[in-house]
């Protein structure tokens, strides 16, 4: 089945430090990426939106200039925390979908957040 | 905007016995798609199930099947035979297409009692 890898899975940094999210597909063409944050025990909130070679689509209330999304090839797509603070822990999460009809997103594992 | 409302904050069941999750959604649109993501501590995203709205029989994986009631908005998932490693969060889910955006229910805490 269709796999996406999701690195690092748990990052501690302190606070003023940027932080990259990797989120790849290994087996398809993921033409669209989703990022989703998810604080302890709640939902999951979309932040974004990305397409190959397009910018990111941002939901109302999350910071472009803070979290930082490139989705520069049909495998890959990165989400940096810029200047991280520890309103930033958090776990975030990706998926992605491709080019086949009917099919389901597919979640990378996760990346817990710690910011000291 | 679609919004998607679980009721059910916390849920018990005792082993071997069935539990319904309640999900309720609200949509303008005509054809979508539903979800039951379950999320086990480790906090992986597993879809349980899915269901499309143009589809009238309910789907089913193994014990796992959903009550999909379009006309009301309604989408429930029934575990049967539960099992200790079903205990976990669920998620009701919402998209236009199989692959775009998802909307999620606020989740539901399930507690597999031995």
């Known amino acids: 089945g269709a796999v996406v890898s999701q690195h690092p899975s748990r990052v501690i940094c302190k606070s003023g430090t940027s932080v990259k999210i990797e989120c790849r597909s290994l087996?398809?063409?993921?033409?669209?990426m989703f990022w989703y944050r998810q604080f302890p025990k709640q939902s999951l909130m979309l932040m974004a939106t990305?397409?190959?070679?397009?910018?990111?689509?941002?939901e109302q209330g999350v910071e472009k200039d803070k979290f930082l999304i490139n989705h520069a090839s049909l495998t890959l797509s990165t989400l940096t925390v810029t200047s991280a603070h520890p309103e930033d822990s958090s776990f975030y999460i990706c998926?992605?979908?491709?080019?086949?009809?009917?099919?389901?997103?597919?979640f990378g594992d996760g990346t817990r957040l710690s910011i000291l | 905007a679609q919004t998607v409302t679980q009721s059910q904050p916390e849920m018990s069941v005792q082993e071997a016995e069935t539990v319904t999750l309640s999900c309720t959604y609200d949509?303008?649109?005509?054809?979508?798609?539903l979800f039951w993501y379950k999320q086990p501590p480790s906090r992986q995203m597993i879809l349980v199930i899915r269901?499309?709205?143009?589809?009238?029989q309910n789907a089913t994986e193994n014990r796992f099947s959903v009550n999909f009631q379009k006309a009301a908005k309604s989408f429930s998932l029934k575990i049967s035979d539960s099992q200790l490693g079903d205990a976990a969060m669920y998620f009701c889910?919402?998209?236009?297409?199989?692959?775009?955006?998802?909307?999620f229910g606020e989740g539901t805490q399930l507690t597999v009692n031995p």
């Open positions: 998926s992605a979908s491709g080019t086949e009809k009917n099919q389901p997103q597919h």
């Open positions: 087996d398809f063409q993921a033409t669209t």
């Open positions: 990305s397409n190959e070679g397009s910018k990111a689509t941002y």
């Open positions: 949509t303008s649109e005509s054809d979508y798609y």
């Open positions: 269901q499309e709205a143009y589809k009238q």
């Open positions: 889910a919402y998209s236009q297409t199989s692959g775009s955006r998802l909307t």
